[in-house]
């Protein structure tokens, strides 16, 4: 159970969307989760919106069902569910519709001043609830508004919603979410940089050899081929979580824990990463995309032959890319970025690799194994693991060396269960505190760095590079990061 010094401040919440996979997944299971813990404040109300034809009840029978497949049956209480089920009410509502929004500012009259609008909706629809919102007088006094990623296609695209949505509501009111940030772990980075002198004073370019970030999923793109074809890997993924994870880990320590300095330094590092262009392009970055294969030991189609899919797609399923940041902490420290789909294992995991001892007395063939690694596992099980070199336990061997590891396992001991990260957002959203959400200069920085690549990728006509399902990616992945000893860190087993 969550550890919490206060309740909640009285609030409301509208989510938009209110049907959808992510609102029935995602965010209804964290508010359940915030009801056990007793945080939710006794007056706060759930407004559930969307175009379906449901009534409370039949909205909260359809919502009953969804909590039991995805909390489990053995972790649903009852009790809980009913006093979940007191705050919700349903909203039908053609999203588009202007006449619609009288029910909107009907039910705004009797809710508290702060209202939160959360937007679980395709981004397209932004601007056009927010338009419908203010012309109906449907935006409460102290209203919040939240975004769900992406925002936009790339740059230009990400400022018209952002100048849309910013008409009505002050950048202050607006929470732009990137669900990454809300992960325990991720939010352990800054404890762990900066309170921690150990980490703290080795965390620059004189004692990190390389840093490697991997986010691999197992599932390929689960019937949204429509959708993902437009996108593809790199819009998906390396814009927003692969970049914000980035900058959690390079980021200079913020003058003070709020918001804003903690923003600003994040967006330091955007600014300093070094541009991938035409002239270098083919070298520090792979395209690939799935073929047909195996995973767990059942048969998965090619991207091309998924269900709704085109023969002649030349959208990227996987990426792969080497960056550098041109500042004083990390000149010369290379950063490997790799995401995909369909591949070996299903782990979300930064990686930083410490440099050598420059004078090595051991077993010359053991010096590989002499580098100290902080593993930061985000995914499937949330810990922190230091590899440490020491002396094998034997007579036989002599001062044969063997790496073992240092576990901070965020899912033992005390806390059976870890906080699922909308929990956290949700949570911190209600109080008002925008830390974990990302401000519209990172947003726009990020697309700047990313379009740049994208058009580099157009402008020399590179290639995808084909990769079975059920493999670590295209074999140029690995030649990618090779040299000085270098490899991708796959998931440890031990």
Same mark, same amino acid.
């Given at each position: 159970?969550?550890?919490?010094?206060?309740?909640?401040?009285?609030?409301?919440?509208?989510?938009?969307?209110?049907?959808?996979?992510?609102?029935?997944?995602?965010?209804?299971?964290?508010?359940?989760?915030?009801?056990?813990?007793?945080?939710?404040?006794?007056?706060?109300?759930?407004?559930?919106?969307?175009?379906?034809?449901?009534?409370?009840?039949?909205?909260?029978?359809?919502l009953e069902s969804?909590?039991?497949?995805?909390?489990?049956?053995?972790?649903?209480?009852?009790?809980?569910?009913?006093?979940?089920?007191?705050?919700?009410?349903?909203?039908?509502?053609?999203?588009?519709?202007?006449?619609?929004?009288?029910?909107?500012?009907?039910?705004?009259?009797?809710?508290?001043?702060?209202?939160?609008?959360?937007?679980?909706?395709?981004?397209?629809?932004?601007?056009?609830?927010?338009?419908?919102?203010?012309?109906?007088?449907?935006?409460?006094?102290?209203?919040?508004?939240?975004?769900?990623?992406?925002?936009?296609?790339?740059?230009?695209?990400?400022?018209?919603?952002?100048?849309?949505?910013?008409?009505?509501?002050?950048?202050?009111?607006?929470?732009?979410?990137?669900?990454?940030?809300?992960?325990?772990?991720?939010?352990?980075?800054?404890?762990?940089?900066?309170?921690?002198?150990?980490?703290?004073?080795?965390?620059?370019?004189?004692?990190?050899?390389?840093?490697?970030?991997?986010?691999?999923?197992?599932?390929?793109?689960?019937?949204?081929?429509?959708? /993902?074809?437009?996108?593809?890997?790199? +819009?998906? &993924?390396? #814009? $927003?979580? %692969? !970049?914000?994870? @980035?900058?959690?880990?390079a980021m200079d320590?913020?003058?003070?824990?709020?918001?804003?300095?903690?923003?600003?330094?994040?967006?330091?590092?955007?600014?300093?990463?070094?541009?991938?262009?035409?002239?270098?392009?083919?070298?520090?970055?792979?395209?690939?995309?799935?073929?047909?294969?195996?995973?767990?030991?059942?048969?998965?189609?090619?991207?091309?032959?998924?269900?709704?899919?085109?023969?002649?797609?030349?959208?990227?399923?996987?990426?792969?890319?080497?960056?550098?940041?041109?500042?004083?902490?990390?000149?010369?420290?290379?950063?490997?970025?790799?995401?995909?789909?369909?591949?070996?294992?299903?782990?979300?995991?930064?990686?930083?690799?410490?440099?050598?001892?420059?004078? /090595?007395?051991?077993?010359?063939?053991? +010096?590989? &194994?002499? #580098? $100290?690694? %902080? !593993?930061?596992? @985000?995914?499937?099980?949330?810990?922190?693991?230091?590899?440490?070199?020491?002396?094998?336990?034997?007579?036989?061997?002599?001062?044969?060396?063997?790496?073992?590891?240092?576990?901070?396992?965020?899912?033992?001991?005390?806390?059976?269960?870890?906080?699922?990260?909308?929990?956290?957002?949700?949570?911190?959203?209600?109080?008002?505190?925008?830390?974990?959400?990302?401000?519209?200069?990172?947003?726009?920085?990020?697309w700047k760095w990313?379009?740049?690549?994208?058009?580099?990728?157009?402008?020399?006509?590179?290639?995808?590079?084909?990769?079975?399902?059920?493999?670590?990616?295209?074999?140029?992945?690995?030649?990618?990061?090779?040299?000085?000893?270098?490899?991708?860190?796959?998931?440890?087993?031990?």
């Open positions: 159970m969550m550890r919490l010094d206060t309740r909640l401040e009285s609030c409301d919440l509208m989510l938009f969307g209110g049907v959808g996979d992510l609102s029935l997944r995602k965010l209804f299971p964290a508010l359940y989760q915030l009801e056990a813990a007793g945080v939710l404040h006794h007056t706060t109300r759930i407004i559930a919106i969307a175009r379906k034809d449901y009534d409370d009840h039949s909205f909260c029978t359809l969804s909590l039991r497949g995805y909390i489990g049956e053995d972790q649903f209480d009852e009790q809980h569910w009913i006093s979940l089920k007191k705050r919700i009410s349903y909203l039908r509502l053609e999203l588009s519709d202007l006449d619609d929004y009288a029910a909107i500012k009907q039910a705004v009259a009797t809710l508290s001043p702060t209202v939160i609008y959360y937007l679980a909706t395709p981004p397209e629809l932004y601007g056009t609830i927010c338009e419908n919102l203010h012309s109906s007088g449907s935006i409460a006094s102290a209203g919040r508004i939240a975004l769900e990623k992406p925002i936009g296609h790339d740059q230009k695209s990400s400022r018209v919603i952002n100048d849309k949505v910013s008409c009505y509501f002050d950048e202050s009111r607006i929470y732009r979410i990137d669900h990454y940030l809300g992960k325990e772990t991720v939010q352990n980075l800054i404890a762990l940089r900066f309170a921690n002198n150990l980490f703290g004073s080795q965390w620059d370019q004189h004692h990190v050899d390389h840093v490697q970030i991997t986010l691999a999923e197992q599932v390929g793109i689960e019937g949204r081929w429509g959708y /993902y074809d437009q996108v593809g890997q790199m +819009r998906d &993924m390396v #814009q $927003n979580h %692969l !970049i914000q994870l @980035l900058c959690m880990v320590p913020p003058t003070q824990l709020t918001a804003d300095s903690i923003r600003d330094e994040k967006l330091n590092v955007l600014r300093a990463l070094r541009p991938i262009t035409e002239k270098n392009v083919k070298r520090r970055t792979v395209r690939g995309q799935y073929r047909e294969g195996k995973i767990n030991d059942k048969a998965c189609p090619g991207y091309l032959e998924e269900e709704g899919g085109r023969s002649n797609s030349d959208t990227e399923t996987f990426v792969a890319l080497r960056v550098n940041i041109d500042n004083w902490r990390w000149a010369g420290v290379p950063f490997y970025l790799r995401t995909g789909k369909r591949l070996a294992d299903k782990v979300s995991e930064i990686i930083i690799t410490y440099k050598s001892q420059r004078h /090595y007395i051991f077993d010359p063939r053991q +010096r590989a &194994m002499a #580098q $100290n690694k %902080l !593993i930061i596992r @985000l995914q499937p099980d949330e810990s922190i693991r230091l590899r440490v070199v020491t002396k094998e336990q034997s007579l036989e061997q002599g001062m044969a060396l063997q790496s073992r590891a240092l576990d901070l396992d965020f899912s033992g001991g005390e806390q059976a269960r870890i906080p699922d990260a909308y929990e956290r957002l949700l949570l911190e959203l209600m109080r008002g505190n925008p830390s974990l959400f990302v401000r519209r200069d990172e947003i726009e920085e990020s990313c379009d740049n690549l994208i058009d580099a990728w157009k402008r020399t006509g590179n290639q995808l590079e084909p990769y079975a399902a059920g493999s670590w990616g295209p074999e140029s992945a690995s030649k990618l990061i090779s040299g000085r000893g270098r490899e991708w860190h796959e998931r440890l087993k031990t």
